[in-house]
């Protein structure tokens, strides 16, 4: 079975630059998650959606950071416009309720370099 | 209050050796999951072993086994006859305490494992 997939897989971009993320979770998952992680802080929720519905936006940075889920099949995040601080990995995990203690996979990650 | 601790930072073990790696949680709620994940230099990250708060024995899956000792809170990792290819980061991760939707996981700081000949 296909995991969760990502990309891009790197990106360098410049400050003030838009950015996206893209993520496809595995087929029959119901809930979507976007993860942060950097030296300083670690793993960090960003957002996370059940059956395409935004559910916890709490851990998204401010404003210049949107995610979206149109269908259950792919989510994207967004950054606009992009910082030097928002250099980090971002990763798209997805579960399913019931199954392993609702078990989240990861993606391999889009390791995102601001400059 | 950190609800997740991984008190190391670095760990060695030479290879075919065992090794734990020690997780230590906290929470009120009485229903929750432990999970260790691996996280390699390549970057991804690799789902290990998952415990229930009410699941009786240890879980195990192949060389991992997850010491869980509930009235202290911990969720140590075993690795037996470790491999080079071990050599990774190490999480231990709790899914929040259960709401009913929630299903978001804390993850502790890591530890780093490296297996030497």
């Known amino acids: 079975d296909a995991g969760v997939i990502q990309s891009p897989r790197h990106e360098v971009t410049e400050m003030g630059q838009e950015v996206t993320l893209r993520c496809k979770p595995i087929s029959g998952h119901d809930y979507l998650f976007w993860y942060r992680q950097t030296m300083m802080r670690g793993l960090e929720l960003l957002i996370y959606f059940n059956n395409n519905v935004p559910i916890d936006d709490s851990g998204m940075p401010e404003d210049r950071f949107s995610a979206k889920m149109p269908n259950a099949s792919f989510s994207t995040l967004k950054i606009q416009p992009s910082e030097p601080r928002d250099s980090a990995v971002y990763f798209c995990?997805?579960?399913?309720?019931?199954?392993?203690?609702?078990?989240?996979?990861f993606g391999e990650g889009s390791w995102l370099t601001v400059v | 209050a950190q609800k997740i601790t991984q008190t190391q930072p670095g760990m060695f073990v030479q290879e075919k050796e065992a090794v734990t790696l020690d997780c230590t949680y906290d929470t009120s709620d009485q229903s929750y999951g432990l999970f260790w994940y691996k996280q390699p230099s390549s970057g991804e990250m690799i789902f290990l072993i998952y415990?229930?708060?009410?699941?009786?024995q240890n879980a195990t899956e192949g060389r991992y086994s997850l010491n869980f000792q509930k009235a202290r809170k911990s969720a140590n990792l075993v690795i037996s006859a470790s491999q080079l290819g071990d050599s990774a980061m190490y999480f231990c991760a709790m899914r929040e305490p259960n709401t009913g939707t929630a299903s978001k996981l804390t993850f502790g700081t890591g530890t780093r494992l490296q297996v030497t000949l």
């Open positions: 415990q229930g708060s009410y699941d009786e």
């Open positions: 995990a997805s579960s399913l309720r019931g199954r392993s203690g609702n078990t989240i996979y």
